[in-house]
């Protein structure tokens, strides 16, 4: 579970600056809550979470950098799969994707891309998620060293 949110009250101290913590929202891969288990929200079912130190939110800023119209290739994170198994979604949006019908019954590696021309060339973007893999182990993935 990862913090996203914090709810102050003012203390009981008497101090003017002294606050308590009230309320804590967390995230996990499917709901928001805080700490009595209330559920705040129910997320998709392309919902993501933080890795415990960074909220999804936080992370997923870099998909500001994108323009509107995106690539979006999404591989099994498993040995061995088929074309099949590869959803490609061509000239979409975020909000297409997150619209579609796909269901979420294994882990993927998804790749945002796109490309546009500049000036004097072509300027190219990418975002890499990759499901249950802890930012900071990112580094060690096989699937992010092969393009290193």
Same mark, same amino acid.
């Given at each position: ?32 809550? *805080? ?7 129910? @997320? ?8 415990? &130190? ?7 800023w870099c998909h500001t950098w994108l323009?509107?119209?995106?690539? =979006? ?8 799969? &088929?074309a099949k198994d590869v959803v490609k @979604? ?7 994707? @997150? ?10 590696? &998804? ?20 499901? *249950? ?5 990112? =580094?060690?993935?096989?699937?992010? @060293?092969?393009?290193?």
């Amino acid at each position: 579970k990862t913090p996203v949110t914090f709810q102050f009250v003012k203390s009981s101290s008497g101090y003017d600056h002294d606050f308590d913590t009230s309320d804590t929202a967390y995230e996990e891969r499917d709901r928001v809550y *805080n700490d009595a288990g209330t559920m705040s929200e129910t @997320l998709s079912s392309h919902a993501r979470s933080g890795d415990g &130190t960074v909220s999804y939110y936080s992370l997923s800023w870099c998909h500001t950098w994108l323009k509107d119209k995106i690539n =979006i290739t999404r591989v099994p994170q498993k040995a061995f799969y &088929t074309a099949k198994d590869v959803v490609k @979604l061509r000239d979409s949006t975020i909000q297409e994707y @997150l619209e579609s019908d796909f269901k979420e019954t294994e882990l993927f590696n &998804t790749f945002f891309e796109e490309r546009h021309r500049i000036p004097g060339g072509v300027r190219s973007t990418a975002v890499w998620e990759l499901d *249950n893999v802890d930012h900071r182990e990112v =580094i060690k993935e096989p699937v992010f @060293l092969e393009q290193m």
